[in-house]
């Protein structure tokens, strides 16, 4: 069995600031871990992936996470938000041998505040 | 512009109506998937076809059901639909099972 959860479903932060959106995964097998974000009224786009190897993963738009199984968790950091940062994202975890263990996180929603 | 592509992008529907939803995608990619969206919710599975094998979510009621007329469709055939369904549906493909996914725009879908 696996599963997601994500720490804070409403996130607000200043234009600028440090962005960290928190992610922890339950799974019995090595997972794979995903960030995807949502703009509204559109689909799902993936930010950055963990498979194996390196455990500092960097993505699109200057978004990078930390796999950290020590601690079972994958947060997503960004240095500088800008106000284009606005969105759902949501963190997903899977295994290599079955996409009906595909699972969401419950998404954070990430304000940016002038 | 995504890579995967859903038509139409919005539907409004009686309960007696029979729609249907199509995807495509030309990235060659062999798993595509319908996800059904709730507002506020994550995006929760419907169907995977992958390797001209479908599988299905046995949550997911038989008025949804997909079809696949070759490797870059999957189309999702609908009937007698219930205001309960009412939602974002997605459609997404990846290059094998596991593999991350691309999403489409999705279809909002609203019954009357």
Redesign the interface.
């Known amino acids: 069995a696996q599963s997601v959860t994500q720490l804070g479903s409403h996130v607000s932060v200043s234009e600028g600031a440090l962005v960290l959106l928190r992610c922890n995964y339950s799974s019995s097998v090595p997972p794979y871990l995903f960030w995807y974000v949502q703009y509204p009224n559109q689909g799902l786009q993936l930010l950055l992936k963990y498979t194996t190897g390196a455990t500092l993963v960097k993505g699109i738009n200057g978004f990078e996470a930390e796999f950290k199984k020590s601690e079972t968790s994958f947060h997503l950091t960004k240095p500088s938000a800008h106000m284009s940062d606005a969105a759902e994202y949501f963190c997903a975890v899977s295994r290599a041998d079955s996409y009906q263990k595909v699972t969401f996180g419950t998404g954070t929603k990430l304000q940016v505040i002038p | 512009d ?1 890579e ?1 592509t ?1 038509t139409p992008k919005h539907l409004v529907m009686g309960m007696t109506n029979k729609k249907s939803l199509k995807c495509e995608q030309h990235m060659g990619h062999r ?1 595509m ?1 319908w996800y059904k969206q709730k507002a ?4 929760e ?1 419907m169907f ?1 076809y ?1 390797y001209e094998k479908l ?1 299905i ?1 046995e949550s997911v009621p038989s008025r949804f059901s997909p079809e696949c007329p070759n490797s870059s469709l999957l189309n999702l055939h609908l009937h007698a639909l219930q205001p309960e369904d009412s939602a974002l549906y ?1 459609c ?1 493909s990846s290059q094998e ?2 593999r ?7 279809t ?1 879908l609203s019954i009357l």
């Open positions: 995504t995967v859903q798993a998937y506020k919710k994550p995006p599975l995977v992958s599988s979510n997605l997404a099972v596991s991350p996914q691309h999403f489409g725009d999705g909002r």
